[in-house]
């Protein structure tokens, strides 16, 4: 099978998690957790996730002259991530996501987003070079939006594919979402969009269906245990994923976009990718940590019982 060719351009920074029985309220301090340390953020995570299953991945980003991008950088290498055009910010700092999981693997998580808010149309403008040579470009909302609009702009010129998660959500305008081919938020994030509330398909459908017409070529909306709505010119209705014991939901959706554009650099079709991604998703949220829970491609036909 020829290596999938995918360009991820943005977020990277390191995860610092403590489980504990609950999440803390306001003011309230609970002890006798357990920590640990991971790279993450969203960028990062999707890159790995396509990646780990056997994605030929370049990632662009932007990240502290520190320890914790050295780090990533070796982390990265080790995934065989093309890491050529990671920028060493002089100003900001490697940004960091504080993350508190609870004994059902619910989460809340504060990020000092640092580096990541500086990464720059010249930083793209790096790779343009090699940009035309992938058929997947994956794109977040955790660096500035002129970038990604400057990003998807590249994608269309060079006929590549491009992809949004759109997470952080904010509103989005019409300029940037007619160059997405696939936008894919969670139920949140499709409100924040929208304003529609998204709790079943129904919604789901509305809020797609209003996604599109701003712009938006495909609309997959992620729906946790629930699986994802795929709206398309051929196809509406809900993809169902698998039941788990949810031990931490913090990158289910980066393993599920990773995994989207794994399956669609192949040239699986849409519906066949959610149904990909609806898998790594599911494995993700039974492993605590970001990266650490990525699936690798044995892991994966192993947890999917094919």
């Known amino acids: 099978m020829n290596k999938s060719k995918i360009i991820v351009i943005g977020s990277a920074g390191v995860d610092l998690t403590v489980k504990l029985e609950r999440l803390p309220k306001p003011g309230e301090t609970i002890v006798g957790g357990t920590f640990s340390k ?11 996730a396509a990646a780990r299953l056997g994605g030929n991945v370049t990632f662009v980003a932007n990240m502290g002259d520190d320890d914790y991008r050295k780090e990533s950088i070796l982390n990265f290498q080790n995934e065989g991530i093309n890491t050529e055009f990671i920028t060493a910010d002089n100003e900001y700092p490697t940004a960091v996501a504080f ?26 403008e790096k790779a343009k070079g090699v940009i035309a040579d992938h058929n997947v470009m994956l794109l977040q909302l955790e660096t500035p939006v002129e ?50 509330k998204v709790v079943d398909e129904s919604s789901a459908k509305q809020a ?7 712009g938006a070529a495909n609309v997959i909306i992620t ?11 051929v196809h509406s209705g809900m993809i169902s994923s698998i039941k788990i014991d949810a031990v931490d939901t913090t ?5 599920f976009n990773g995994a989207l554009a794994f399956g669609l650099s192949n040239g699986k079709s849409l519906k066949d990718a959610v149904k990909f991604a609806n898998m790594a ?21 192993k947890f999917a019982g094919v």
């Open 281 to 301: 998703g599911a494995f993700a949220a039974t492993k605590l940590g970001a990266q650490p829970s990525m699936p690798r491609r044995e892991e994966l036909c």
């Open 38 to 48: 991971a790279y993450g953020a969203k960028g990062a995570n999707q890159a790995v």
């Open 223 to 233: 729906m946790g245990a629930k699986g994802a709505f795929l709206l398309t010119d």
């Open 99 to 124: 993350i508190f999981v609870d004994k059902k693997g619910e989460n809340a998580i504060g990020v000092a987003s640092g580096a990541n808010m500086n990464l720059s149309v010249k930083d793209v």
């Open 147 to 196: 970038t990604n609009r400057y990003s998807a702009r590249l994608g269309k010129e060079f006929g590549i594919m491009v992809i949004l998660n759109p997470a952080p959500a904010f509103p989005l305008d019409e300029d940037l979402l007619r160059m997405v081919d696939v936008l894919t938020p969670n139920e949140t994030e499709a409100e924040i969009l929208t304003g529609i």
């Open 251 to 255: 990158a289910a959706g980066d393993a």
């Open 208 to 214: 797609a269906e209003m996604l599109r017409k701003k």
